[in-house]
């Protein structure tokens, strides 16, 4: 599915997020200078803030999502879901409000994404996932869910100075003053890191850069796939919550331990 990006992400950031003063800031004073106090001083991985979630679940393309159906999983998930509209497509449906909030349902595959407001915590949205899940199987029976991809996006604030800075100084030997040797200036560099077998059957990679909107924001980008077919719903949400407690506490844990390093 295409969807509209602004900066790093796939799925679109209000721009009341990053210039509302109610965004969350960290009190703490300027970025430290080589030989004072380290980083980690004062990055608060509690005010890492999720910011978008999708998920691709691929099952048979035996499955027949016949119309009468698929109203009914409508009316079914507006009891907790309030997504204003739904469209019929020439192969499944469309539950949406809006191009970074939908369900979209299709010959062999459900593909959620929500764009999480600012100051929300992801609980709300992966329960709500988790039952849409558990509502499309109980209605379509699919049997199996094939493979599944999860990407969980997110902001980590910075009390003072850019996310470039930061990343160049601690993960980098080459900046954007080298980079510009390419013949013109660069905006911000990043990291992105692949593990083919994070697990026997689970792909995982990772995207550090800055946030380009608002320099004071890292930008956190934690995508996982995995092949192993799975044959109860449930599963595919632990999937989930999988990669929202990789992302806070192993890959915070990664960044902060560069961060103290002097």
């Not at 879901?81 to 949406?96: E, I, N, T, V």
């Not at 040797?181 to 995982?204: E, M, N, Q, W, Y």
Request: charged letters at 25%; hydrophobic letters at 40%.
């Amino acid at each position: 599915m295409q969807s509209k990006r602004c900066g790093n992400s796939m799925i679109t950031r209000p721009q009341a997020r990053v210039n509302d003063s109610a965004a969350p800031r960290v009190l703490s004073p300027r970025l430290p200078r080589s030989g004072e106090a380290a980083y980690d001083t004062w990055m608060n991985r509690d005010l890492i803030q999720p910011i978008g979630l999708k998920s691709v679940l691929l099952y048979p393309p035996t499955v027949r999502l016949e119309r009468g159906r698929l109203t009914q999983l409508y009316s079914t998930i507006c009891e907790y879901k309030a997504y204003s509209q739904f469209a019929f497509l020439p192969d499944g449906a469309r539950l949406f409000n809006d191009v970074t909030t939908e369900l979209r349902l299709g010959p062999d595959r459900l593909t959620f994404q929500e764009r999480i407001p600012a100051n929300q915590s992801s609980y709300g949205v992966v329960r709500d996932y988790e039952r849409m899940v558990d509502d499309f199987w109980k209605q379509f029976t699919p049997g199996i869910f094939v493979t599944q991809e999860v990407v969980l996006e997110a902001l980590w604030p910075l009390a003072d100075g850019a996310a470039s800075e930061f990343i160049e100084a601690r993960f980098l030997k080459i900046g954007r003053r080298e980079a510009a040797g390419l013949g013109a200036d660069c905006a911000g560099i990043g990291l992105k890191l692949v593990f083919p077998r994070h697990s026997p059957t689970k792909a995982v990679e990772l995207r550090i850069e800055p946030f380009f909107r608002d320099p004071k924001y890292l930008f956190l980008a934690l995508s996982t796939q995995d092949v192993q077919p799975i044959q109860a719903p449930s599963a595919a949400g632990e999937r989930v919550r999988w990669v929202e407690h990789f992302l806070g506490h192993e890959v915070a844990d990664l960044v902060m331990k560069h961060a103290a390093e002097p």
